[in-house]
C-alpha cells in the first residue's frame, strides 16, 4: 500500500481545499494510506465530513488560519509530526507555500519522493516558496505558463510537471440550444474573493461606461471589500449591480446556469478554478492574462483573455457582451472541451499517476516537453 503525506493550510474554503478536499479521498480510492499535516485545519464542514468519511488521517495543531502566534504554531506542528508521523511515506505533497514541507521531507522513506505543488502567481516569490521550488524533489506547477514561468525566471529544471487542482463543478444542468442573445437583459457573473487583488471594484467602477445594452452584474463572493463595494453601489444608484456575498459550492450550478458569462480582472492568479468551472457549465469568460489564464484559451474560441488595463478589461467585456449577443459563443462546444481537458476524470487519473507513480509520471513529462 503506498503512503501519501500531504504537507498544507487549510482555511475555512479557497481553491487550495477544494482540491485537497478531492485528492485525499481519491488517493484512499486507489488504495493509498494518507496523511493531512496541517499547522491550520479550519475547514468548512462539507469538507471535513468528505475527508472524514474516506479515512484520511489528520495531524494538527488547535490553531485556526487567523492565529496571531505563526512560530509558535510552526513549533506545535513539528513537535506533533515527530511524534505521530513515522518515516515510511512513499511520497510528499506540500500544498502552496510554506517552508514546513522542506521540515516533512525528514518523513520520506528512502528512495522516495518529495513534491512541492506550486499554487499561485509565477512571479514575485518569497523566500520560502522559493526554498520549497528549488529543495523539493519534483515540481507540478498549476499550468504550462506557470511551469515555464518558474523555469525561466527562477530556473526549477525537471523533474517539473503541470496538472490543474482538481475541482468538481457540481451538477451540470442541461445547456439551452445556442444561439444569439439578441436585445435581451444579460447576466454579468464575477465569482471569487471580493479581495483588492481580484478587482471587483474595478468592474463596479466600469459597469456604467460599457454600454453593453440591457444587463446586469451579479459579484458573488466573500471578503474586505464586502462592505466598501455594497456602500459604493448604493452610492452610484446602480440597481442593476448587486453584491451577493459568500456563496456555497453546492450553489454554484444555480448561480452558473444564470449567467450569460463571467468575468475575473484578477492582477495576480495561478489557474482559477473558478474559470474551469465556468467552462464546466458552458458559460464563456472574460480573464485577464496572469499566471496560467491563457492555457485556458488555447483553442477556445468562446472565452476571452485580455490584458491587466483597465481599458482593456472594459472592451473585453464589451466585445464579449457583442458575442453573446450575436450568438457567436457555443455553451455546448465549451462544455465538450472542458470534458476532454479538465473534467473530474481526466485530472484525477493524471494526479493518481503523480502520487501513486510518480517516477513513471515525472519521466513521461520530460519527455514530453
Not at 146 to 175: F, I, K
Not at 247 to 270: I, K, N, Q, W
Not at 335 to 342: D, G, S, T
Request: aromatic share 6%; glycine share 10%; charged share 25%.
Amino acid at each position: 500500500m503506498k503512503r501519501v503525506l500531504i504537507s498544507c493550510n487549510l482555511a475555512p474554503s479557497g481553491g487550495c481545499e477544494t482540491h485537497i478536499a478531492h485528492l485525499a479521498p481519491m488517493l484512499r480510492r486507489a488504495g493509498a494510506e494518507v496523511t493531512l499535516i496541517a499547522q491550520a485545519y479550519q475547514l468548512d464542514e462539507v469538507r471535513r465530513t468528505r475527508l472524514d468519511e474516506a479515512g484520511v488521517r489528520v495531524v494538527t495543531t488547535p490553531f485556526d488560519w487567523n492565529s496571531p502566534h505563526p512560530r509558535l504554531r510552526q513549533l506545535w506542528a513539528a513537535v506533533a509530526a515527530r511524534v505521530r508521523l513515522g518515516r515510511e511515506y512513499d511520497t510528499l505533497l506540500g500544498v502552496g507555500a510554506g517552508g514546513f514541507h522542506l521540515f516533512c521531507k525528514q518523513f520520506v522513506k528512502r528512495g522516495g519522493l518529495s513534491i512541492y505543488n506550486h499554487v499561485g502567481a509565477p512571479v514575485g516569490l518569497n523566500r520560502m516558496q522559493q526554498w520549497s521550488l528549488q529543495k523539493m524533489d519534483a515540481v507540478i506547477a498549476m499550468s504550462p505558463t506557470v511551469a515555464n514561468a518558474l523555469r525561466d525566471t527562477y530556473g526549477r529544471g525537471e523533474p517539473l510537471a503541470s496538472l490543474p487542482h482538481l475541482t468538481h463543478p457540481g451538477q451540470l444542468h442541461d445547456l439551452p440550444p445556442d444561439g444569439p442573445a439578441g436585445d435581451r437583459e444579460l447576466r454579468v457573473g464575477f465569482f471569487g474573493g471580493l479581495v483588492a487583488g481580484k478587482r471587483p471594484d474595478l468592474l463596479v467602477r466600469l459597469w456604467p461606461t460599457l454600454e453593453i445594452g440591457v444587463a446586469r452584474l451579479d459579484l458573488h463572493g466573500g471578503g474586505h471589500l464586502f462592505e466598501p463595494l455594497r456602500a459604493e453601489v448604493h452610492r452610484l444608484g446602480r440597481s442593476d449591480v448587486e453584491v451577493h456575498g459568500p456563496y456555497r459550492h453546492d450553489a454554484l450550478s444555480t448561480l452558473m446556469h444564470r449567467s450569460d458569462f463571467v468575468v475575473l480582472p484578477s492582477l495576480f492568479e495561478g489557474l482559477p478554478q473558478v474559470l474551469i468551472e465556468a467552462m464546466a457549465h458552458g458559460v464563456p469568460f472574460v480573464a485577464t492574462d496572469v499566471g496560467g489564464v491563457r492555457d485556458l484559451a488555447v483553442d477556445n474560441p468562446d472565452v476571452l483573455v485580455v490584458g491587466t488595463g483597465e481599458s482593456d478589461v472594459a472592451e473585453g467585456v464589451r466585445e464579449m457582451a457583442r458575442r453573446v449577443r450575436s450568438g457567436a459563443v457555443s455553451r455546448h462546444r465549451l462544455r465538450e472541451l472542458w470534458r476532454r481537458r479538465y473534467s473530474p476524470e481526466v485530472v484525477e487519473a493524471a494526479w493518481r499517476a503523480a502520487l501513486l507513480s510518480p517516477e513513471r509520471f515525472f519521466d513521461a513529462c520530460g519527455r514530453g516537453r
